[in-house]
């Protein structure tokens, strides 16, 4: 298992377990993995890696910055982008050999949910949004088989989801 496998899974523990009541923390992981992976894509040189890291770095304060003084709009564009992410990380989970038109219209499809959703439950997005990118993240650093990774998704979206609403419970 490489560094950023394991980093990769630390984010979606945290993310998975802590999303709603760290949300800024939330809102910057989300903006550096995105930052990172546009990085990698758009930076093949040696340099590749540390330019990615600058692109994950800068999103991710823009994503922090966002969240504590534009909270509702962190929350639609992290909604829209997380649930984005999800639905394309069930879909190659059902389909791991999908086409990239299909993953496409699955990501575009989860993160109009995500927007529409973000705007009218608020806190309800915000913990299904990082328990579902939560626990992408993580079966996605096992690199499990596909049967294999729905359970295990599931299991930790289940798991998230119970963890997340009983401290919002503890604290009403």
């Known amino acids: 298992m490489t560094t950023m496998m394991v980093g990769q899974m630390v984010v979606g523990a945290i993310s998975l377990l802590a999303g709603r009541r760290l949300f800024w923390l939330f809102v910057a992981l989300v903006g550096f993995v995105f930052g990172f992976r546009l990085g990698m894509q758009w ?19 823009l994503g922090a910055l966002l969240a504590v003084f534009a909270q509702k709009a962190a929350i639609w564009i992290i909604g829209a982008l997380a649930m984005g992410a999800g639905a394309n990380y069930l879909l190659l989970i059902w389909q791991p050999e999908a086409s990239m038109a299909a993953q496409a219209i699955a990501h575009v499809v989860g993160a109009i ?23 992408a993240l993580i079966v996605h650093g096992f690199e ?18 119970w963890v997340q609403t009983s401290t919002m419970r503890d604290r009403s």
């Not at 930076?43 to 304060?61: E, N, P, Q």
């Open 113 to 135: 949910l995500g927007l529409i959703l973000a705007g009218a439950l608020f806190n309800f997005v915000l913990i299904a949004a990082s328990v579902l990118w939560g626990a």
């Open 43 to 61: 930076f093949s040189t040696d340099a590749g890696f540390m330019m990615a890291a600058v692109a994950g770095l800068i999103l991710a304060i």
């Open 144 to 161: 499990p088989r596909p049967d294999l990774g729905l359970g295990l998704f599931i299991g930790l979206s289940i798991l998230g989801l």
